[in-house]
Every structure is written in C-alpha cells, then in structure tokens.
T-cell receptor, first 113, second 115 residues
Framework: DVKVTQSSRYLVKRTGEKVFLECVQDMDHENMFWYRQDPGLGLRLIYFSYDVKMKEKGDIPEGYSVSREKKERFSLILESASTNQTSMYLC????????????FGPGTRLTVL | AQSVTQPDIHITVSEGASLELRCNYSYGATPYLFWYVQSPGQGLQLLLKYFSGDTLVQGIKGFEAEFKRSQSSFNLRKPSVHWSDAAEYFCAVVPSSGGSYIPTFGRGTSLIVHP
C-alpha cells in the first residue's frame, strides 16, 4: 500500500518559533508538494520540488522555505511562525507515470498561538 | 493558465438520493482530470481520473464521472448517496502536455447528507 506520511497530525507552536513539518513518501515519486488548506480558499500551493535539492515557489511561498535532501523526504519550514500560518498543511507526491495523480498525506493541523 | 470551477460550495442531499457535483475547467487542450474526496480532518483521496479513452470513468465507492469536451466539464455522479459520502470533494486538472505537472484544484464542494 503506497503511502505519504507526515510527521505530526496536530502541532501547537508559539509565535516566532521555527517549525518543521516533515513529509515522507515510499513510492519513489519525483515530485513532491506542500499545500495549505483554509476554509473557503481550497488548496493553495506553497512550494514544490521535482528532484532532490530542487525546489520551486508555488502561489504563496512567503514565510515558508523547504528542503529536499533525499528523494523520499520533503520538509516545510516556517522560519518564524505567525498566527496567520495557523492552517491545515497537506503534503503530496506525484509521478508522470500515473498522469501526475497526486497522493496525499493525512495532513498536519498547525496552530500558532 | 488553466482554471477549475466548482460552482457549488455546498450541496445537501438525502441519503439514497442521486448526486451530481459539477466541475468546469479552462485549458487549451484536454487535460488530465481528477476527482478527490476529503473526509473531515484527513488528506485527499483519489476517487477517479480521466486521461484518455472512454469518457465515462468509473471510480471507487460507486462514483463515476463523465468528461464532456464540448462543455469543458467533468461532473461527478453517484446514483444513491450513503451517509458516509459526506465529505469535501475536489476537482483537479493537470496539463497533458507541455511538461507541467502542477495541478490546479477547484475550491471544493462540501457534501451534506441528510438521513
């Protein structure tokens, strides 16, 4: 059974903290993505990566950075968390062999106090 | 740039009734088309996809979708809804050419099922 896992389901952090969200996929996919999901706004793409050490900005990269040191792992970093980054964060992976169908992790519900 | 429109933010149906969720897209050619479902507090799961061939696509959980090129639509249907179908549904497109693999998602339709 193919899987995308995320390091935490729920996370509570304080304003100004550095936050790491980890995502791991076991499907040997080339592409990995980070989205945030907010009510009424759907999924918004933060960053994506098409290869190890490669990264591209999505639609809302401000306040975030990413790291992809290994093919299976894609990390999202909040350098200095703010309350407006309270959200659901979803990681996904894809491969063009399957028409770039996305496989999603269970999500991390982040609350910044 | 491509876009996806799901015109219904919420849909309410009675259990056992039929369902149709609408999805329209804007893209220069026929893209790859997807429907995903998200249960509360969960990630998204693929229901079905269209990439070529028969325009009526069967998916999991008894769902189907029909691709209509002339209408740029990919509507999701189910003949008889179960209470467990209550969830958020997302339509998405991915370009079928040009090398891009970045999906565009609709904003989602929330399905409420009454007993």
């Amino acid at each position: 059974d193919v899987k995308v896992t995320q390091s935490s389901r729920y996370l509570v952090k304080r304003t100004g903290e550095k936050v790491f969200l980890e995502c791991v996929q076991d499907m040997d996919h080339e592409n990995m993505f980070w989205y945030r999901q907010d009510p009424g706004l759907g999924l918004r793409l933060i960053y994506f990566s098409y290869d190890v050490k490669m990264k591209e900005k999505g639609d809302i990269p401000e306040g975030y950075s990413v790291s992809r040191e290994k093919k299976e792992r894609f990390s999202l970093i909040l350098e200095s968390a703010s309350t407006n980054q309270t959200s659901m964060y979803l990681c996904a992976s894809s491969d063009d062999v399957l028409q770039n169908e996305q496989f999603f992790g269970p999500g991390t519900r982040l609350t910044v106090l | 740039a491509q876009s996806v429109t799901q015109p219904d933010i919420h849909i309410t149906v009675s259990e056992g009734a039929s369902l149709e969720l609408r999805c329209n897209y804007s893209y220069g050619a026929t893209p790859y088309l997807f429907w995903y479902v998200q249960s509360p507090g969960q990630g998204l799961q693929l229901l079905l996809k269209y990439f070529s061939g028969d325009t009526l696509v069967q998916g999991i959980k008894g769902f189907e979708a029909e691709f209509k090129r002339s209408q740029s639509s990919f509507n999701l249907r189910k003949p008889s809804v179960h209470w467990s179908d209550a969830a958020e549904y997302f339509c998405a497109v991915v370009p079928s050419s040009g090398g891009s693999y970045i999906p565009t998602f609709g904003r989602g339709t929330s399905l409420i099922v009454h007993p």
